[in-house]
């Protein structure tokens, strides 16, 4: 009887026994795995956290790769197409433990940028000439897609005054842009009627050679006395020509307005904005210079029309 509980307890001691060393083999070879897991996730491509980049930007395949990273990469550093929106997947090569591997991934390409807007912030005209507002503006966006600005505020050509609107640009992706400009709108000018009009002397001067082939309205009449009054009542009927030629064109025949009253609402004006594109024409490499004058114009009548940009390429020695 004794004997038998011995037995009984040496078995108990051993089962607990075999018990410990199996729970210790099982619980190392799960350590061991964890361990070799651990090793082979070291051992993998590690990129930057953010992957995502602005349409139409220049991005480097390499440059998706952290800092961090410890692995050897294979793949050349070439440009990923970024021209369209949404994920784009993306491969790279790389060496672990002298065998190539390949991770892919994705990258987001977005638009967060707001279009630019190219205008001029003032806009001078006269009551109840009309011009368009759109003409010289242009919008830039990085998506390259064509955007046409609109234009907030209220305004009229008929009613003088000074506006303060906007430009209004919005891309596919909503990204807006507002540019402020101000449309001014000038009273008419009075003009008086000269029989005689000035000649600007330094158009003769850089024209000298050319012939003008319509009257010149300082040389007296011939007319008798009983045309006098019809004379007086149509004066363009003196110089053969129509009342439109007699009021709004240029009095010299090879003359030409580049800057209107119309636009720019004053003869100063007319004349800044002459001198400013003047400034441009300067001596190149070539040794091509250019001379440049601006010339007032005005109409038979006598009524100032603007400014003639006169350029004159000369040899520089």
Known sequence: MRKKKIIIIVSIILTILIGISLSYFFLKKDNAKEEVKEETQKETILLKENLNYEINSEVKLLSLVSEDNKVKILSEDEL??????????????????????????????????????????????????EIDLLKDVKVIDNSKEEIQATIEGEYSFEKEGTYNLKYVA??????????????????????????KP????????????????????????????????????????????TEDQY?????????????????????????????????????????????????????????????????KETKVN
């Open 80 to 129: 990923i197409d970024t021209s369209t929106l949404g994920e784009k997947e993306v491969t790279i090569k790389y060496e672990v433990e002298e065998q190539e591997e390949t991770e892919a991934f994705k990258i987001t390409i977005v638009d967060t940028e707001a279009p630019i807007i190219e205008c001029k912030k003032e806009l001078t005209t006269i009551v109840g000439t």
């Open 198 to 241: 000035s000649n600007n002397n330094s158009s003769n001067k850089n024209n000298n050679s050319t012939t003008n082939t319509k009257p010149n309205p300082s040389k007296p009449s011939n007319e008798n006395s009983s045309s006098s009054s019809t004379i007086q009542d149509k004066p363009w009927e003196k110089y053969g020509m």
């Open 247 to 311: 009021y709004n064109k240029p009095m010299w025949s090879w003359a030409r307005v580049d800057f209107s009253v119309e636009e720019y609402g004053t003869e100063e004006n007319c004349l800044n904005a002459c001198r400013a594109k003047a400034l441009e024409h300067k001596s190149d490499e070539s040794g091509i210079g250019v001379q440049t004058n601006c010339s007032t114009i005005n109409s038979t009548s006598g009524r100032f029309l603007g400014v003639m940009l006169i350029i």
């Open 170 to 195: 919005t891309d596919s992706s909503n990204n807006k842009t507002e540019e402020e400009f101000v449309l001014k709108v000038n009273k008419k000018q009075t003009t008086t009627t000269n029989t």
